[in-house]
T-cell receptor, first 116, second 111 residues
Framework: EAGVAQSPRYKIIEKRQSVAFWCNPI?????LYWYQQILGQGPKLLIQ????????DSQLPKDRFSAERLKGVDSTLKIQPAKLEDSAVYLC??????????????FGSGTRLTVV | SQKIEQNSEALNIQEGKTATLTCNYT??????LQWYRQDPGRGPVFLLL?????KEKRKERLKVTFDTTLKQSLFHITASQPADSATYLC??????????FGTGTSLTVIP
């Protein structure tokens, strides 16, 4: 089966600019996650969707980050305006169910964002 | 808040030896624990899951133990190969939606 697709792979922007990332999960996976991974750290959950509804966005900096999954399939994550500390890899993951501990989560390759 | 710690130092071992990685946690009672492998420029790849009521789980050359009293999981790779070189992440989950990753341990297997 095709994996989780993300684009772009790399993005360099200046601080205060906006940026958007796109994710297409594995077909049939109802749950979609966005993670932020800062260099040298483990991934941190930003937001979790179940179909097109938000399940958990408690760690999403809502003053500058937004995400949507309008049709319950692909998703976009936006940062506006970006700060230097937003430099990180943004990973998208998907799973069949909401509590897919048994089979793990399937991650995309991520988008590496550099804010200068 | 919960804290998950993995070997802070990179681990270098000789090919053929057993690599042992540690995941310790505090202020948390996970229902299960997962291990992932992450290669440079790639997303994490799921390897194994172990539940709180399981002591040990094996998959090919991989073995995971889970000690809820010590609040620790050990991840073993036996007969290690250079291709096993990567960063390994542990992740803890509960029965709700909470799921937390450790910082990862970099493993290098020297031929």
């Amino acid at each position: 089966e095709a994996g989780v697709a993300q684009s772009p792979r790399y993005k360099i922007i200046e601080k205060r600019q906006s940026v958007a990332f796109w994710c297409n999960p594995i077909s049939g996976h109802a749950t979609l996650y966005w993670y932020q991974q800062i260099l040298g750290q483990g991934p941190k959950l930003l937001i979790q969707f179940q179909n097109n509804g938000v399940v958990d966005d408690s760690q999403l900096p809502k003053d500058r980050f937004s995400a949507e999954r309008l049709k319950g399939v692909d998703s976009t994550l936006k940062i506006q305006p970006a700060k230097l500390e937003d430099s990180a890899v943004y990973l998208c993951a998907s799973s069949f169910g909401q509590k897919e501990g048994v089979n793990g989560y399937t991650f995309g390759s991520g988008t590496r964002l550099t804010v200068v | 808040s919960q804290k998950i710690e993995q070997n802070s130092e990179a681990l270098n071992i000789q090919e053929g030896k057993t690599a042992t990685l540690t995941c310790n946690y505090t202020n948390y009672s996970p229902a299960y624990l997962q291990w992932y492998r992450q290669d440079p420029g790639r997303g994490p790849v799921f390897l194994l899951l172990i539940r709180e009521n399981e002591k040990e789980k094996r998959k090919e050359r991989l073995k995971v133990t889970f000690d809820t009293t010590l609040k620790q999981s050990l991840f073993h790779i036996t007969a290690s190969q250079p291709a096993d070189s990567a960063t390994y992440l542990c992740a803890l989950g509960d029965t709700g939606n909470q799921f937390y990753f450790g910082t990862g341990t970099s493993l290098t297997v020297i031929p």
